[in-house]
């Protein structure tokens, strides 16, 4: 299970993704040259520009680390 989080961890790192439970906390991590951002729901955020390769890179993560 750590694995998978590690994973899903980078995966949010690398595409500029974050979570953010409340509009301070999103404001404390939106960067403007970034936006417009999508809500990917439980609180999870992404760019526009890079929100479909983050569902791949969580899906990919949780797929290798289930059959592994």
Do not use: R
């Amino acid at each position: 299970m750590k694995a998978t989080k590690d994973l899903i961890s980078l995966a949010v790192e690398k595409n500029n993704g974050f979570w953010a439970f409340g509009e301070q906390q999103f404001w404390e991590s939106y960067k403007k040259h970034l936006k417009p951002y999508v809500n990917l729901g439980s609180g999870l955020y992404a760019p526009k520009s890079t929100y479909k390769q983050l569902i791949i890179d969580i899906e990919n993560a949780t797929n290798n680390t289930k059959k592994g």
